[in-house]
């Protein structure tokens, strides 16, 4: 069976708090794991009164605290949003707190637009440019080096298994170039996916890290015990995602009966657009559609992205799911 792993938003529900979103998410995490999912991803986002991961170091060390096997990890930190130093500090003391469970996806894009990037003091633009060689001095401080002759010691010889994340071709030719593992962000951006795919696999460069390619792409994937109930869960997905296509994200919200049939044409387009990397439905619906997915894209992994209003039908999604493939 294909390894599957969680990507998490950390979402604060319409009503709820960002403390209520982050004892769910660790409870999420706890099920995740019991469930058997190889790793536990929090997504770095800011500015947005929905998502509680922006400090995503901090709460992946509350999530660590809460399981004891999954790998969990940052999917992804936007480094252009950072300095390459405090994130090998950050990374380099989970891994010490979690030893061998941790993972640090790491993605170009600012995820901002120029408010956030006065708020943090950087000229985004500029520190997106340097993306390599911000990759390479990770590697190199979690290996021991001490850049421009400063030492980072939280971070030598840490244990941290780093990915580069897209949704384009970009990142896909620097994981090639560079040997390292590749995460493709097909749940939201899936245009590029095939292309991408291709290009990392035929251009990839064995590595220390890694002999040969390791593709993982994301899918958008809701269980419940009929196609009915996981299409009406869905929908809170679905509402999210309309809102943050027109310019107006919010809190999570709850599911509605028939939420398509109140759309215009191109808000529909857009969730067809989404709807071409999801599984959604009965757990036989589900495999089906994970199953056609891994056949198209010949993942060596995949990352399901699909939170619920009601918790506790995430954390049973996610068992169904997993019941289903095995």
């Given at each position: 069976m294909i390894p599957l792993s969680v990507l998490d938003l950390v979402p604060v529900r319409e009503g709820g708090t960002v403390a209520e979103a982050l004892a769910e998410s660790a409870r999420t995490a706890r099920a995740a794991e019991k469930a058997g999912y190889a790793r536990y991803w929090v997504a770095e986002h800011h500015g947005m009164d929905g998502i509680a991961g922006g400090a995503t170091s901090v709460v992946l060390a509350h999530i660590g605290h809460a399981t004891s096997t999954i790998r969990i990890g940052a999917g992804g930190i936007m480094l252009p949003n950072h300095n390459p130093y405090v994130i090998a500090e950050q990374f380099g003391t989970l891994d010490a707190l979690f030893p061998g469970r941790i993972d640090l996806g790491l993605g170009r894009a600012a995820g901002a637009d120029g408010r956030l990037a006065y708020a943090l003091r950087k000229d985004i633009v500029k520190a997106s440019e340097a993306f390599p060689q911000d990759v390479v001095e990770l590697q190199a401080r979690f290996s021991g080096e001490a850049v421009s002759g400063v030492a980072a010691p939280?971070?030598?010889?840490?244990?941290?298994?780093?990915?580069?994340?897209?949704?384009?071709?970009?990142?896909?030719?620097?994981?090639?170039?560079?040997?390292?593992?590749?995460?493709?962000?097909?749940?939201?951006?899936?245009?590029?996916?095939?292309?991408?795919?291709?290009?990392?696999?035929?251009?990839?460069?064995?590595?220390?890290?890694?002999?040969?390619?390791?593709?993982?792409?994301?899918?958008?994937?809701?269980?419940?015990?009929?196609?009915?109930?996981?299409?009406?869960?869905?929908?809170?997905?679905?509402?999210?995602?309309?809102?943050?296509?027109?310019?107006?994200?919010?809190?999570?919200?709850?599911?509605?009966?028939?939420?398509?049939?109140?759309?215009?044409?191109?808000?529909?387009?857009?969730?067809?657009?989404?709807?071409?990397?999801?599984?959604?439905?009965?757990?036989?619906?589900?495999?089906?559609?994970?199953?056609?997915?891994?056949?198209?894209?010949?993942?060596?992994?995949?990352?399901?992205?699909?939170?619920?209003?009601?918790?506790?039908?995430?954390?049973?999604?996610?068992?169904?799911?997993?019941?289903?493939?095995?």
């Open positions: 939280q971070a030598a010889g840490a244990d941290v298994d780093l990915w580069i994340l897209g949704s384009s071709l970009y990142g896909a030719q620097l994981a090639a170039m560079l040997g390292l593992p590749y995460a493709f962000a097909s749940h939201f951006a899936p245009a590029m996916l095939d292309q991408a795919a291709a290009i990392y696999r035929e251009r990839f460069q064995p590595s220390e890290v890694r002999d040969k390619p390791h593709f993982m792409a994301a899918i958008n994937v809701i269980a419940a015990d009929t196609d009915e109930e996981a299409q009406f869960l869905a929908s809170t997905n679905e509402q999210a995602f309309v809102a943050l296509r027109s310019g107006s994200p919010g809190r999570m919200k709850p599911p509605i009966r028939n939420y398509r049939e109140t759309l215009p044409a191109g808000a529909l387009t857009m969730l067809d657009q989404m709807r071409s990397v999801s599984a959604i439905g009965s757990p036989e619906t589900v495999r089906e559609g994970i199953d056609a997915f891994v056949r198209r894209t010949q993942a060596d992994e995949l990352i399901i992205s699909g939170s619920t209003y009601d918790p506790e039908a995430q954390r049973q999604s996610l068992q169904l799911t997993m019941d289903a493939l095995k």
